[in-house]
Each structure stands twice: as C-alpha cells, then as structure tokens.
C-alpha cells in the first residue's frame, strides 16, 4: 500500500506559478520502481493526464503542459513534484498525483486526494 499526499495547490493569478508536491508512503526501493505522474479534474470533466516520469527520470507531457509544466521526482524524499509557469484560467483544476506499477496492475495503482489549483483570469 502506497499513500500519497499532496500539497502546495492554490489561488494565483494569470501568469503566475506554483510548485506541486506529493509526498509517498514507500520505501525509496519501492519509490523508485514506480511512475510518478499528475493527472488533473475540471468541474464536468474526465480526469486528464498532466505529466508523468518513471523511476529512470523520463518524462512525458500532455501538450497543454509543454514548454510551461516540469515533473520532476527526488527519491530521497520520496516526493514527486509539478512546477507549473505561466498559468491559465484553464489550468484551474484538482490535480492529482498517481503512482503507477510497472505491472499496470490495479491494485498497485494509487491516488492522492487532490489538491486545488485555481487561476484568476
């Protein structure tokens, strides 16, 4: 069982950014195996992929996140982090942090509670 705590959600303004964390429950050996990634859920819509990275630091983006969104993961702490730049009212959104086994099995696959990101136009 993996638990996962996010943290640093917010209200900022056009433009601005925010840095995401999630803090996991793991060993740093189990921490390491799995893909990290954030996902986030508009009001009436599906929940969508945002960044991820895998254990062996690769990293993936949904195009709306290119160029202004970095995943980025510290085993050390056992902490996977979202810098978001230059934000949108479109950015505004729960964002969730997901921890992914390599296995694709379900029942190794875990969620934070989300946290808040709103962004003022």
Partial sequence: QVQLVESGGGFVQR???LRLSCAASASRMMFSIYTMGWYRQSPGKQRELVATITGGGQSDYADSAKDRF?????????????QM??????DT?????????????????????GTQVTVAS
């Fill in 15 to 17: 433009g601005g950014s």
């Fill in 93 to 113: 959104a729960v964002y969730y942090c997901n921890a992914r086994h390599p296995s694709g099995l379900a029942s190794l696959n875990y969620w934070g509670q």
């Fill in 70 to 82: 970095t995943i980025s993961r510290d085993a050390t702490k056992r902490t996977v982090y979202l």
């Fill in 85 to 90: 730049n230059n934000l949108k009212p479109e």
